[in-house]
């Protein structure tokens, strides 16, 4: 089935007029990147656009939205007045089913559990024109990649994941669910014009090395800020030679430094997914014009001429890598691993090997970690980790298995869970576990902060491809080299694992009986969308009010210290039932961020009773008073997931400000689209500044321009005053939110008028 071909031939239309206007008014040759940023202009192009500079009006193709960000999208838009979404827009059903017992049993849990969170998203889709896909038929965004995906295009997504559809050539981006609304309501979609990382890659993969491998590098290069306002543009030989679901893989992890997005160049491989797909019509398409889906020429001829970065990998020369623990950028060489173990004294036996996500749960992926499995089985090996699977989709899952590739996992004990996120976001109830003991995980997913996967702040997990985890959860053990160690079988011998081989696409195609989706009827405008008021998950939102330009003797709320990602701010696991409930899920608010004064989480000190308690205790007995609150933070505040909540929680309960060293992307967007102020320190060094005890007053708020410093004044507890300057990066539209209360709040008053 091809979704939305009509919408394609148009972009596919408008994709070779655009480039050609916009190469002879750049008078340059131009990247892929570019060609599809300047091919979705909201306005007709003008003038060329500054790279890291500029802000610029968008138009995507589409939206998708994965289930526990989809329910604050959905309520946020229907409080904008529009009767359908303007532009294709899915839903998908894949955070809220916790993996414990195997897809069977988990599943129908789930619809048990969330059935109410489920009906409403059905029930919405349906109304305003929303395509639905149900619980269990997989991870938004494989199953994205496999219908919605198509070179040349733009979409958002409610995950910060969304990326994985540069695989098939796409920009592909992450966004909170206000900049979705936005789109979904006939909005322009704003972002600063990338800067681009050119990512060279010659020679070819072989061996143990994988797809996986080329991010696991990057990101030791990068680091988890090095793509903050970049795309990174991949491009070669060894480019080409890579699957399209590899392509994919590279591309989806490339959120883990911060990048805007990731894409490649439309090539063979991208064709022969497409067909395998049931998606000739647009590989035919795409065919006819090829040379707008990838970069000029001259530009991969002289790419330092054209990027604004350039890193070149050697795929011939690549080795494996394992990235952890605690951050995604920890990257280490499989071969160096025994010693930087030793070295930093992390846990050597492996509690757990966990293959899928969004990020490796291809056809692919699965007969590449099977074919390790299968040797297991040949050598006479007991694995000695636990295992769990998490196919990407219905459709991979079902193929899977008709190829009896889920009966070799099987046969080594392994849990095949459901088609969904599971362990990768938290949704993990691991029995194995009771209390928070120091222990190791190995895994094939993206994302691993400290409580990312089982909400232990020892559970060190490192970061592989399928099939490396596959080998060490057999060995049981980190500091396995499959490429150099043996392991000893059930008879005694020495014996050795092979490199793994599997099938970039399945020999007798995708197959599947029901792939879970719904399409939405033509006119839903009698279905009524209720919201149980008792509900403890689904609340109806009500317009923040402007916080104002007199913030005086606002009370410190916290100091963060270190590292302070999304899921610090706001919790997934337990947490995603709240996802749409905004005065419930605030009760994450902030407590896994460390306290820089006592380097405790979830304890600061309530400046007016001089107790210390949990934030949102203490911050709703601000609000109680009605006293404004600012929240400081360190650098890189708000990185990892797309998720809004963590700026929707601290404005709901009264928040005014987050004034850090820097930000991520996606989470400065947010905060200014929930009519916050984001400000970074002019210089780093004044968050020294700030004390436990200070009173903070905005000097200058009143003349809040774009380009303007802002100014606050520290009021210490001895009596002395501080002045700091801050930065910010609103422009004339963000103030207007800021003085509006939200965006939401203008989008409902233009839509009126």
Not at 48 to 62: E, I
Not at 278 to 297: M, P, W
Not at 330 to 343: G, N, R
Request: charged share 25%; aromatic share 8%; with cysteine.
């Amino acid at each position: 089935m091809i979704f939305d071909f009509d919408m394609i031939e148009k972009v596919y239309k408008n994709i070779v007029k655009n480039v050609d206007s916009a190469r002879k008014s750049i008078k340059s040759p131009l990247t892929l990147s570019e060609k599809v940023l300047y091919s979705h202009l909201w306005n007709n192009f003008k003038n060329p656009f500054t790279r890291g500079k500029d802000y610029v009006d968008f138009k995507p193709d589409r939206i998708a939205c994965q289930d526990a960000t989809a329910q604050m999208a959905l309520l946020q838009f229907m409080q904008a007045g529009k009767s359908k979404v303007s532009v294709p827009t899915t839903v998908h059903c894949d955070h809220l089913i916790q993996a414990k017992l195997g897809a069977d049993k988990d599943l129908k849990r789930a619809n048990s559990i969330s059935n109410e969170v489920f009906e409403f998203l059905r029930t919405a889709s349906n109304k305003y024109g929303i395509g639905f896909w149900e619980p269990g038929a997989g991870i938004i965004h494989q199953v994205v990649l496999e219908n919605y995906a198509f070179p040349g295009g733009m979409m958002i997504g409610t995950d910060s994941h969304t990326v994985n559809a540069g695989g098939l050539g796409m920009i592909a981006i992450g966004v909170g669910g206000a900049d979705a609304v936005d789109v979904m309501a006939a909005m322009p979609w704003e972002l600063k014009f990338p800067k681009i990382i050119g990512v060279k890659l010659t020679g070819e993969l072989s061996g143990w090395t994988s797809s996986k491998d080329v991010i696991l590098k990057v990101a030791g290069i990068l680091s988890v800020k090095g793509g903050t306002g970049c795309v990174i543009e991949y491009f070669g030989p060894g480019a080409k030679a890579i699957s399209c679901t590899g392509k994919g893989t590279i591309c989806n992890m490339g959120a883990e430094v911060g990048a805007t997005t990731s894409t490649f160049g439309y090539d063979e491989s991208m064709e022969r997914y497409l067909r395998a797909t049931g998606r000739s019509k647009i590989a035919d398409a795409a065919n006819k014009i090829k040379e707008y889906l990838t970069g000029d020429e001259e530009v991969y001829k002289n790419p330092n001429k054209y990027f604004d970065q350039l890193i070149e990998i050697d795929l011939s020369e690549l080795r494996p890598h394992l990235n952890g623990p605690f951050t995604p950028d920890l990257a280490t060489p499989i071969s160096e691993m025994a010693a930087k173990a030793k070295d930093n004294d992390w846990p050597l036996d492996v509690d757990w090997g966990l293959i899928g996500s969004c990020t490796n749960s291809s056809y692919e992926d699965l007969t590449r970690a099977a074919s390790i499995a299968k040797q297991a089985l040949e050598k006479k090996l007991v694995i000695k980790s636990d295992f769990g699977i998490n196919p990407g989709s219905e459709q991979v899952r079902y193929t899977a298995e008709r190829d009896g590739i889920l009966k070799i996992f099987e046969d080594v004990d392994a849990t095949i869970f459901t088609n969904a996120c599971g362990p990768c976001i938290g949704q993990w109830d691991r029995s194995d576990k009771k209390g928070e003991e120091k222990n190791t995980i190995v895994n094939s997913f993206n994302r691993n902060f400290s409580k990312r996967n089982d909400g232990n702040p020892n559970t060190h997990a490192f970061v592989g491809s399928p099939e490396m985890v596959t080998a060490i959860a057999i060995s049981g053990r980190l500091d396995f080299d499959p490429l150099n160690d043996s392991l000893i079988n059930e008879d005694g011998d020495e014996v050795k694992l092979d490199p793994p081989t599997g099938l970039e696409l399945p020999n007798n195609g995708f197959d599947c009986k029901d792939s879970g989706y719904i399409e939405p009827i033509t006119d839903g405008s009698n279905i009524e969308v209720k919201v149980n008021p008792k509900s403890k998950r689904l609340q109806l939102l009500e317009p923040f009010k402007p916080i104002g330009n007199n913030i005086k003797d606002a009370q410190l709320l916290i100091k963060t210290f270190g590292k302070c990602t999304t899921d610090h701010i706001s919790m997934a696991g337990p947490w995603l039932r709240y996802r749409g409930h905004l005065d419930n899920i605030s009760n994450n608010c902030l407590i896994g961020a460390v306290n820089a004064f006592n380097k405790k989480t979830n304890f600061v000190k309530n400046q007016i009773t001089g107790e210390y308690g949990g934030v949102p205790d203490v911050q709703r007995f601000y609000k109680s008073k009605g006293i404004n609150t600012v929240v400081v933070g360190d650098h890189n505040y708000g990185e990892g997931s797309s998720r809004e909540h963590a700026a929707m929680e601290p404005r709901h309960l009264g928040v005014c400000a987050v004034i850090v060293k820097s930000f991520a992307r996606i989470h400065e967007t947010n905060l200014k689209k929930q009519g916050m102020l984001a400000l970074t320190f002019s210089n780093e060094s004044d968050y020294d500044l700030i004390q436990e005890n200070d009173l903070i007053s905005f000097i200058d708020l009143k003349d809040f321009v774009p380009s303007r410093h802002l100014k606050i004044r520290l009021k210490h507890d001895n009596g002395s005053y501080d002045v700091i300057k801050l930065n910010h990066s609103y422009n004339k539209s963000q103030i207007k939110w800021f003085y509006k209360g939200s965006a939401l709040n203008l989008i409902k008053k233009q839509n009126k008028q």
